[in-house]
Nanobody, 125 residues
Framework: QVQLVESGGGLVQAGGSLRLSCAAS????????MGWFRQAPGKEREFVGA????????YYADSVKGRFTISRDNAKNTVYLQMNSLKAEDTAVYYC??????????????????WGQGTQVTVSS
């Protein structure tokens, strides 16, 4: 059973930075596509970004493009989300997710089989 544990969330002022980490265990992490999603209070979960397992190609939602960067360290079974120039509207619980099949529908939560418990990010304006 794959387990994902996020960390690195917290309270930051607008314009600041945070780096989220997602540590995986129990599976073949290096072959999984990994995604980040977020959910703000009263809103639906939304795609933030994803990274492939093979080419390390990364993809981003328009709302975070140019500000957020996804990377992965397969030796450490960890995926990262570097968040810069944070805005109040980035406030949400952030979740990492694993897709063993590398679906082309990487923006859709249904493509991911495993999810972490989430980490809260709060950006004060």
């Amino acid at each position: 059973q794959v387990q994902l544990v996020e960390s690195g969330g917290g309270l930051v002022q607008a314009g600041g930075s945070l780096r989220l980490s997602c540590a995986a265990s129990g599976g073949t992490f290096s072959t999984y596509a990994m995604g980040w999603f977020r959910q703000a209070p009263g809103k639906e979960r939304e795609f933030v970004g994803a990274i492939s397992w093979s080419t390390m190609q990364s993809y981003y939602a328009d709302s975070v493009k140019g500000r957020f960067t996804i990377s992965r360290d397969n030796a450490k079974n960890t995926v990262y989300l570097q968040m810069n120039s944070l805005k109040a509207e980035d406030t949400a619980v952030y979740y990492c997710a694993a897709d063993p099949l590398g679906s082309e529908y990487y923006t859709e939560g249904a493509s991911y089989d495993y999810w972490g418990q989430g980490t809260q990010v709060t950006v004060s304006s």
